[in-house]
């Protein structure tokens, strides 16, 4: 006996059925928070948070006139570029060496997801015990090793408070960036070595005509997530910066709260306005990426 | 993408229907089942447990049930404001502005929710600290008063009689004490975002200058620039603070310095008193802040308790009230947080705690910043955000005073 047939329609509708539980996650923690940021950032809120009517495009026009917007802009220009460029070329290294079988490998790869395991707040805290003027163990270990001859506060001196961070921040990107290419490499498969030797290329032609190409997919998604990570990243700016005045060494993000919470501006209209701005600058700095890299030849 | 379109629309109205669904409270008519009362987190060991106990005193009378929250100060501005945002206000709120929250229409006055006997008891100069538009919104909770913190072993290394009375004795103290070498500071300073404000007041005070000049911002006054020279050559010209002390806190700047034993002299308040005897490391004396001024004047703190009008709560709110400002209540909580009196009943109780003293005595000269003036929310994130550029190296106090007389000006008008 043939089994009913199913029409269309039924299964469509099943499908919504079984799709529903994660529609309405979608829903409540994507779309719904993203429509009450775009609904904030036309609307006008007095100091205390109290709506006070609509008021179109007015919270980007007065963005744009902010003063601190382009010393932000540029420290978060800074801030992701070097922290992803640094971050992945040391990782290359890492992975690399991770591929290798050595004894003691296994300790080494746990080692390595410490400082991703741990909270961002705690890690930041923790350098900035390091970083410490009179308390830290930096300035006393540069000195000592002759690469200092003063003391520098690290974290008040205007020159180098984004290093510090930036040091930061790379460190504790390390961790997803050094696993996402160790799946990478070990993708690769042998036998293409195996034809390289044959070939008789040396180790650095193998790396760069071999491994490189191979590893693209993998760099790929290692540089289009961390570039998202890092310029959402809020915990470490905020707690290395959170000594300094004015916004000299802030990105968009913290930025962003400091317009609604923390500054004279006080403002989560204006605030929520740059809170859009950010998303869609992420969006197009992650497509332009992607086609500068051509996404489509590297997914072939 | 066909298939895909109806299931993003679907998506769409769903969140649309979200927010449409949150607007407006649930109001109940006639009285309430629970309270909401949001609570600054003053120490980790007290502030909880106290509310705790008293809100649930305060069911098993009423039988009203309290949604207590305890934020820590880091935070509690910005989840306030997400709650009023969203259209969920507090029934009872503890903050350390209140003008705002008045200026918005969003309170009850004490009139409406405190009865005649604790509305008295309020000492006046803090009753008139809570007042907007002739009326008290913001109900004093506890207050503190700024107290001037010397080192004594360092003093006595430098062979410093006595804590200094004037500038110029105070410049000449921090001076030996620098001169002490090994990293030894004279005064810490803390001009950084954390409460820049206040470090600023005492000085601006106790050289004649203000914040207002009658109803006026009078930020950018001859004193006070004045002043703010003085506190930039304190850093850059005798080079007695600590490094980059527009760019050091309070917490763990100028008190972590101090509580080590590397400080000579740092205004403090009973908090920080209560630090240094657990720790029993630094051998301190607490005196008058110095002046340039004739008399001593110090910064006074108050905190608030408000009242949020919402459909049917005033009578809950009113008990809950009636039931904080019991004078066993306050004055048990304010005791067991090293804070001062803000009524009659608690300054008499208090009086014979000798540790006080200094504090208590300072009180009557204690003067507050002007939180009654909406103004001041905005004027005091500004003053955090950049006074301490003023005392960098190159740094320019008058450009720094004259923006923020600016921003003050516009800032009453919005």
């Given at each position: 006996m043939p089994g009913p047939r199913r029409t269309r329609r039924a299964t469509d509708w099943q499908?919504?059925?079984?799709?529903?539980?994660?529609?309405?996650?979608?829903?409540?923690?994507?779309?719904?928070?993203?429509?009450?940021?775009?609904?904030?950032?036309?609307?006008?809120?007095?100091?205390?948070?109290?709506?006070?009517?609509?008021?179109?495009?007015?919270?980007?026009?007065?963005?744009?006139?902010?003063?601190?917007?382009?010393?932000?802009?540029?420290?978060?220009?800074?801030?992701?570029?070097?922290?992803?460029?640094?971050?992945?070329?040391?990782?290359?290294?890492?992975?690399?060496?991770?591929?290798?079988?050595?004894?003691?490998?296994?300790?080494?790869?746990?080692?390595?997801?410490?400082?991703?395991?741990?909270?961002?707040?705690?890690?930041?805290?923790?350098?900035?015990?390091?970083?410490?003027?009179?308390?830290?163990?930096?300035?006393?270990?540069?000195?000592?090793?002759?690469?200092?001859?003063?003391?520098?506060?690290?974290?008040?001196?205007?020159?180098?408070?984004?290093?510090?961070?930036?040091?930061?921040?790379?460190?504790?990107?390390?961790?997803?960036?050094?696993?996402?290419?160790?799946?990478?490499?070990?993708?690769?498969?042998a036998d293409v070595y195996e034809a390289a030797r044959v070939d008789g290329a040396?180790?650095?032609?193998?790396?760069?005509?071999?491994?490189?190409?191979?590893?693209?997919?993998?760099?790929?998604?290692?540089?289009?997530?961390?570039?998202?990570?890092?310029?959402?990243?809020?915990?470490?700016?905020w707690t290395l910066n959170d000594r300094n005045p004015g916004f000299g060494h802030d990105t968009m993000i913290t930025y962003m709260y400091k317009i609604a919470f923390k500054s004279s501006l006080r403002d989560v209209g204006l605030a929520a306005a740059l809170g859009v701005v950010n998303v869609a600058l992420i969006l197009v700095a992650v497509i332009v990426y992607l086609r500068t890299v051509r996404w489509r030849e590297a997914e072939a | 993408m066909r298939r895909v379109m109806p299931v993003l629309l679907l998506s769409v109205v769903i969140s649309f229907l979200a927010i449409a669904c949150d607007r407006g409270p649930s109001a109940k008519s006639g009285g309430v089942a629970s309270i909401k009362v949001v609570i600054a987190d003053y120490s980790?060991?007290?502030?909880?447990?106290?509310?705790?106990?008293?809100?649930?005193?305060?069911?098993?009378?009423?039988?009203?049930?309290?949604?207590?929250?305890?934020?820590?100060?880091?935070?509690?501005?910005?989840?306030?404001?997400?709650?009023?945002?969203?259209?969920?206000?507090?029934?009872?709120?503890?903050?350390?502005?209140?003008?705002?929250?008045?200026?918005d229409g969003l309170l009850n006055s004490s009139e409406d929710v405190l009865s005649a006997k604790t509305r008295d008891d309020f000492l006046a100069a803090f009753a008139r600290g809570g007042e907007y538009q002739g009326k008290l919104y913001g109900f004093p909770i506890l207050s503190?008063?700024?107290?001037?913190?010397?080192?004594?072993?360092?003093?006595?290394?430098?062979?410093?009689?006595?804590?200094?009375?004037?500038?110029?004795?105070?410049?000449?103290?921090?001076?030996?004490?620098?001169?002490?070498?090994?990293?030894?500071?004279?005064?810490?300073?803390?001009?950084?975002?954390?409460?820049?404000?206040?470090?600023?007041?005492?000085?601006?005070?106790?050289?004649?200058?203000?914040?207002?000049?009658?109803?006026?911002?009078?930020?950018?006054?001859?004193?006070?620039?004045?002043?703010?020279k003085f506190l930039a050559d304190l850093a850059n010209t005798h080079k007695v603070t600590q490094v980059n002390p527009g760019k050091t806190n309070r917490t763990d700047g100028a008190f972590q310095l101090f509580k080590d034993g590397k400080v000579g002299m740092v205004m403090g308040f009973s908090p920080l008193a209560k630090q240094l005897d657990a720790e029993g490391k630094v051998d301190y004396g607490v005196t008058e802040m110095p002046t340039n001024a004739g008399a001593a004047v110090t910064l006074g703190v108050e905190d608030y308790l408000m009242a949020?009008?919402?459909?049917?709560?005033?009578?809950?709110?009113?008990?809950?009230?009636?039931?904080?400002?019991?004078?066993?209540?306050?004055?048990?909580?304010?005791?067991?947080?090293?804070?001062?009196?803000?009524?009659k009943s608690g300054l008499d109780q208090m009086r014979s705690n000798a540790k006080l003293k200094p504090y208590l005595d300072a009180l009557p000269n204690a003067r507050l910043v002007p939180t009654t003036d909406p103004a001041w929310d905005k004027v005091k994130l500004d003053v955090q955000q950049n006074i301490g550029l003023a005392v960098q190296p190159g740094g320019n106090p008058k450009q720094v005073l004259d923006q923020l007389q600016k921003n003050a000006t516009t800032a009453g008008g919005r």
């Open positions: 499908a919504l059925l079984w799709l529903g539980p994660s529609l309405l996650l979608i829903g409540g923690v994507v779309l719904y928070p993203a429509a009450r940021l775009v609904q904030a950032s036309l609307s006008q809120y007095s100091v205390t948070g109290l709506y006070q009517g609509w008021v179109g495009l007015r919270n980007y026009a007065r963005l744009l006139r902010q003063e601190a917007l382009v010393t932000v802009a540029m420290n978060t220009v800074v801030w992701v570029a070097v922290i992803v460029v640094v971050t992945v070329l040391i990782s290359l290294a890492l992975a690399q060496l991770l591929d290798r079988r050595f004894p003691g490998r296994r300790l080494v790869r746990w080692a390595l997801i410490v400082p991703w395991a741990a909270s961002l707040i705690v890690t930041s805290k923790l350098f900035v015990w390091i970083y410490d003027y009179y308390f830290g163990i930096l300035n006393p270990v540069l000195q000592s090793l002759g690469v200092l001859a003063q003391p520098v506060d690290w974290l008040g001196d205007d020159s180098t408070v984004m290093g510090a961070m930036i040091a930061v921040g790379v460190f504790v990107s390390l961790p997803f960036t050094s696993y996402v290419l160790l799946a990478g490499l070990q993708t690769i498969p040396s180790a650095w032609r193998t790396y760069r005509s071999v491994t490189l190409p191979l590893l693209r997919p993998a760099l790929l998604v290692a540089a289009v997530l961390n570039i998202i990570y890092v310029f959402n990243s809020f915990p470490i700016v | 980790k060991d007290n502030t909880r447990p106290f509310w705790q106990a008293l809100s649930a005193a305060y069911t098993k009378q009423t039988g009203v049930k309290v949604d207590l929250q305890v934020i820590d100060w880091n935070s509690i501005d910005q989840q306030v404001t997400t709650m009023i945002q969203n259209n969920q206000p507090p029934d009872v709120l503890n903050l350390n502005s209140f003008s705002s929250y008045a200026k503190s008063a700024r107290a001037f913190f010397y080192n004594k072993s360092l003093f006595a290394k430098a062979k410093i009689a006595a804590p200094p009375k004037t500038w110029d004795e105070f410049v000449k103290t921090a001076q030996k004490i620098t001169a002490l070498g090994k990293g030894t500071i004279g005064y810490a300073l803390p001009l950084g975002p954390e409460e820049a404000q206040a470090e600023w007041s005492i000085w601006m005070w106790n050289n004649g200058g203000d914040w207002k000049s009658g109803d006026q911002w009078a930020i950018n006054s001859e004193k006070n620039l004045q002043t703010l949020f009008k919402k459909k049917g709560n005033q009578e809950a709110v009113t008990k809950f009230l009636d039931l904080y400002y019991q004078p066993e209540n306050i004055t048990r909580w304010i005791t067991a947080e090293g804070f001062l009196p803000v009524t």
